[in-house]
């Protein structure tokens, strides 16, 4: 039996008396409420708090947050010590190269002069590349030439437009017959855009055959390699190697002879026009138009991914073809994507059906 002290009654209950009760009643609850924190600080034993003793759930949540993202905890690490490698690196270079140049015998010499070669070439590398940009911007602004002339029906404009491009050919041997017709046949030509036409039929057509020579070889190359490589990696970076050098034939054939900075920003300004015209989405459905890109999966999906990688260097070909070319076409017949495609997947599937 035990007696309970009279507990205060709540605002608007009746008061109630002491009661007496058995311990073991089964119908006995009993409410547990958390006591408040004792703000003596020598509440427990030892002088401490005993919530000192137990970790605080908001430090718990802590630890396990710093847990449980412990990689970035890591690549920070990774990214320290090669910053601090590439400041060792940096130092010892200037230290080497320091004392090397102060010094008179034979080891002083040979840094004055590996120092003297790589400056020179990188000023010829730098040159290069000036002249690039400039030759690549040149036939931009030719083809803005172009274009105004033809549609202002310009005969004077578009005289000159077809000078300009002669003048762009002439120092090349392998055209001097097709400029030697250009120059034969000019004086005869009176009528708007015959003068382009002429130009386009005996000078930029043989170029135009080049060039689709050119684009179907880069083509298979990246079908095939694509197709029997073991590495994905691998194929990856030989298709982008192999997109960015045909990017620079085509220049220059055309006349433009980019560096590797021409190409990269003809390259960004293909790839550019082909995300607004919706270029790579169609390349996968030129695919599906010859072969079907469930049977082509269903044979290989590596064959379907080389077939895929040279439908699309061909598309970034066509379309650089119709970057770097001086002339809209006005008599030949545009470069089609889909008839480069139809001779990349037979020489692919044989490829990979051999192998």
């Known amino acids: 039996m035990s007696l309970v002290p009279p507990i205060p009654p709540a605002s608007g209950e009746p008061r109630r008396g002491p009661r007496v009760f058995k311990t073991d ?70 230290r080497f190269v320091s004392v090397g140049l102060e010094r008179d015998d034979w080891i002083g010499l040979s840094i004055r002069s590996l120092l003297a070669v790589a400056a020179v070439a990188a000023g010829v590398l730098l040159i290069r590349e000036l002249f690039g940009w400039m030759r690549l911007s040149r036939l931009g602004r030719l083809r803005r030439t172009v274009d105004a002339a033809i549609a202002a029906r310009d005969l004077p404009g578009e005289r000159r437009a077809a000078d300009r491009i002669v003048g762009l050919y002439s120092g090349r041997p392998e055209l001097a017959w097709s400029l030697a ?54 194929a990856l970076a030989f ?81 650089a073809l119709a970057e770097v070319r001086p002339l809209p076409f006005l008599e030949a017949s545009p470069l089609r994507v889909r008839d480069i495609v139809a001779e990349v997947v037979r020489p692919t599937a044989v490829a990979r059906t051999n192998a």
């Open 239 to 319: 298709v982008v190697f192999e997109n960015v050098r045909l990017l620079r034939r085509l220049a220059t054939l055309y006349g433009g002879r980019p560096g590797l900075v021409g190409a990269l920003r003809l390259s960004r300004k293909v790839i550019g026009n082909l995300i607004a015209a919706g270029g790579l989405a169609l390349t996968d459905d030129l695919l599906g138009q010859f072969i079907g890109q469930d049977v082509l999966r269903r044979l290989s999906k590596r064959l379907g991914e080389g077939a895929f990688n040279g439908a699309l260097t061909a598309r970034i070909g066509v379309a």
């Open 25 to 94: 009643d089964p119908a006995l609850v009993v409410t547990v409420t958390a006591a408040e924190p004792d703000p003596t600080p020598h509440a427990s034993l030892g002088g401490a708090d005993a919530s000192d003793r137990e970790p605080r759930p908001g430090l718990r949540a802590t630890a396990g947050s710093l847990i449980e993202t412990g990689f970035r905890w890591g690549l920070l690490l990774m990214s320290a010590l090669a910053g601090a490698a590439a400041l060792a690196a940096g130092v010892w270079f200037s």
């Open 181 to 234: 017709r250009v120059k034969t046949h000019r004086a005869d030509v009176h009528d708007p855009a015959a003068l382009l036409i002429l130009v386009e039929r005996d000078l930029v057509a043989g170029l135009d055959t080049i060039a689709r020579r050119q684009i179907t070889t880069a083509a298979k190359r990246v079908a095939t390699v694509t197709a029997l490589s073991p590495l994905a990696s691998l």
